[in-house]
């Protein structure tokens, strides 16, 4: 069944036959399909009064074990994002008494991030209808299709990354 990306490659076959335009069936899918789950993900952080950042900063606080704690700069890095991002996040999070920053004992210049009673609470909540929703959006691939995407998409940010 032909899709959207189907109908630009035939329009850009038809414009530039010169032109192997092959890579944008794959990236141009890859990023349907990243909307398509950003999507869903959004309407169920929705559902728990989150949005994907403040979920990756409270999963990240929560996967660092008790007494769920670290440094901004352990979560940017955990995170994967800018150490001002952080700052952003925190801010929002701190607001909503999710998380709180306290002086760091071991570095006098330092902070600590923790989460609160009321963040652990939450992500509690959260993270198994994230992952219900994950596990939904995937239910569509066999579990070796799965692996082999994963393995896939690593490659892609790889090369990606790499330039």
Known sequence: MADHVDRILTQWHSEKPDLDVSPMAVIGRLNRAA?????RL??????????????????TLL?????????PVELARDAMISTSA????????????LVRRA?????????????????????????????ETEHAIIAALSVDEQSNLAALLQRIHDAASSS
């Open 103 to 131: 002086a760091n004992p071991n570095d006098g210049r330092g902070t600590l991030v923790t989460l609160t009673d009321s963040g652990l609470e939450l992500i509690e909540a959260a993270l198994p209808d994230h992952l």
């Open 35 to 39: 909307i398509a789950v950003e999507s």
């Open 86 to 97: 952080v700052a952003q996040r925190l801010n929002k999070l701190e607001t909503r008494g």
């Open 42 to 59: 959004a309407d169920t952080f929705a559902r728990h009064a989150l949005d994907s950042a403040s979920f990756d900063v409270l999963a």
């Open 63 to 71: 996967r660092s074990g008790a007494p769920y704690r670290i440094t």
